[in-house]
């Protein structure tokens, strides 16, 4: 049974830095494209970053990029987002997203998505 749990959300001021973290089970991590979704309150969700299969290979939205650092943890089965300068509409539930095997991020769209985590709020102050 494949578990998909993030977490490290929480309320911080503009500027300030987190690091998310989502911990997978239950299938072969290193194969699979993965990435971070984010939904505010009132919006659509909207896909944040992504790393292929190989780990070589990365996505930003226009939004987070040159802020946020997605990375992956082999040895821990834990994919990471590193995120800096935060803003107040950064302010979301950010979602986990495991993707398709061997695939590299231009599928990396919510209706190939086969795995979400519950989400983890983040929430910034101005």
């Known amino acids: 049974q494949v578990q998909v749990m993030d977490s490290g959300g929480d309320l911080v001021q503009a500027g300030e830095s987190l690091r998310l973290s989502c911990t997978v089970s239950?299938?072969?991590?290193?194969?699979?494209?993965m990435g971070w979704f984010r939904q505010a309150q009132g919006l659509q969700r909207e896909r944040i970053s992504c790393?292929?299969?190989?780990?070589?290979?990365?996505y930003y939205n226009d939004s987070v990029r040159d802020r946020f650092v997605i990375s992956r943890g082999i040895a821990k089965n834990t994919l990471y987002l590193q995120m800096n300068a935060l803003k107040p509409e950064d302010t979301a539930m950010y979602y986990c997203?495991?993707?398709?095997?061997?695939?590299?991020?231009?599928?990396?769209?919510?209706?190939?998505?086969?795995?979400w985590g519950r989400g983890t709020q983040v929430t910034v102050s101005a």
């Open positions: 997203a495991v993707g398709n095997a061997y695939a590299d991020c231009s599928d990396f769209m919510s209706q190939s998505v086969n795995y």
């Open positions: 239950g299938l072969r991590f290193r194969h699979y494209m």
């Open positions: 790393v292929d299969y190989r780990g070589s290979n990365t």
